[in-house]
T-cell receptor
Framework: AQRVTQPEKLLSVFKGAPVELKCNYS??????LFWYVQYSRQRLQLLLRHISRESIKGFTADLNKGETSFHLKKPFAQEEDSAMYYC?????????????FGEGTQLTVNP | AAGVIQSPRHLIKEKRETATLKCYPIPRHDTVYWYQQGPGQDPQFLISFYEKMQSDKGSIPDRFSAQQFSDYHSELNMSSLELGDSALYFCASSLRRRGAQGGGPSYEQYFGPGTRLTVT
């Protein structure tokens, strides 16, 4: 079974402050981890995936297999980062099919 | 660039009625996924299709059925609707392709805007 946990439903920071959205997962094999973002009234968009090791909009995320975590970080939050963020996992045995999502974290960046 | 299209965007039905949700994937995408997101909940996988065949099945009720057609669009048919079926239904599409230099396949899923179903 695969499970994704995002312990914070709500996270509020001030503009320019660092932000970290936590994600932990449970999976016995080698998962593929993603972060999706949903801005107000818009569709889910892929933000990051661990295999790409890229930085998008200043966000980075590192897969820590020892701690089974994939936390999303940004050193200086911006107001336009306010959105719902979902961590998602795809297991290797599902051959690229379903994503299992966490409960989501609503990030609010205050001016 | 063309994105995933879902119709209708909003749908109101009464209990015990039926509903059909449609999804038009990004051109050349061969895989379609359906997710259900209840109020305040995370998206839950329902079912997926690859090349018109069911490829994976999640927590889809027996009252629901889905298929992918020859033009790759997909329809989710929902019968005997219940109040608990009220949710946002997302469709996503992807293209199965091998990664560069013989690497693993890439299945990035692109999501549609969703259909908001309200059952009264």
């Amino acid at each position: 079974a695969q499970r994704v946990t995002q312990p914070e439903k709500l996270l509020s920071v001030f503009k320019g402050a660092p932000v970290e959205l936590k994600c932990n997962y449970s999976y016995s094999g080698s998962p593929e981890l993603f972060w999706y973002v949903q801005y107000s009234r818009q569709r889910l968009q892929l933000l990051l995936r661990h295999i790409s090791r890229e930085s998008i909009k200043g966000f980075t995320a590192d897969l820590n297999k020892g701690e089974t975590s994939f936390h999303l970080k940004k050193p200086f939050a911006q107001e336009e980062d306010s959105a719902m963020y979902y961590c998602a996992l795809r297991g290797e045995e599902t051959s690229g099919s379903r994503l299992t999502f966490g409960e989501g974290t609503q990030l609010t960046v205050n001016p | 660039a063309a994105g995933v299209i879902q119709s209708p965007r909003h749908l109101i039905k009464e209990k015990r009625e039926t509903a059909t949700l449609k999804c038009y994937p990004i051109p050349r995408h061969d895989t379609v996924y359906w997710y259900q997101q209840g109020p305040g909940q995370d998206p839950q996988f329902l079912i997926s299709f690859y090349e018109k065949m069911q490829s994976d099945k999640g927590s889809i009720p027996d009252r629901f059925s889905a298929q992918q057609f020859s033009d790759y669009h997909s329809e989710l048919n929902m019968s005997s609707l219940e109040l608990g079926d009220s949710a946002l239904y997302f469709c996503a599409s992807s293209l199965r392709r091998r990664g560069a230099q013989g690497g693993g396949p890439s299945y990035e899923q692109y999501f549609g805007p969703g259909t908001r179903l309200t059952v009264t």
